[in-house]
């Protein structure tokens, strides 16, 4: 069974910072590109980043310069680091994995952004 698991979400303060982590059960993970998602109340779910196995990342535009998504394939986890974080970072976070045959995702872990 293939399962990959969030944590690291919670209340922070604008400007402040999380770090999100996702284990997943996969042995092979390292061959797989991975990812986060979100999805904020009222609004569709967006891709915010991606780091394929090679280690090239892409993000999208309104989290360039604060976010940084990063992996350790011996501990088959990947990890987001989210710094000066705004109100509108607040959403429900997954992670992701790409196999050959389907998409992993994660249950989610919540992150709130307010005073």
């Known amino acids: 069974q293939v399962q990959l698991v969030e944590s690291g979400g919670g209340l922070v303060q604008p400007g402040g910072s999380l770090r999100l982590s996702c284990a997943a059960s996969?042995?092979?993970?390292?061959?797989?590109?991975m990812g986060w998602y979100r999805q904020a109340p009222g609004k569709q779910r967006e891709l915010v980043t991606t780091i394929t196995s090679g280690g090239s990342t892409k993000y999208t535009d309104s989290v360039k310069g604060r976010f940084t998504i990063s992996r350790d394939n011996a501990k088959s986890t990947v990890y987001l680091q989210m710094n000066s974080l705004k109100p509108e970072d607040t959403a429900v976070y997954y992670c992701?994995?790409?196999?050959?045959?389907?998409?992993?995702w994660g249950q989610g872990t919540q992150v709130t952004v307010s005073q």
């Open positions: 992701t994995v790409e196999t050959f045959l389907t998409n992993y």
């Open positions: 996969l042995s092979s993970v390292s061959i797989y590109d």
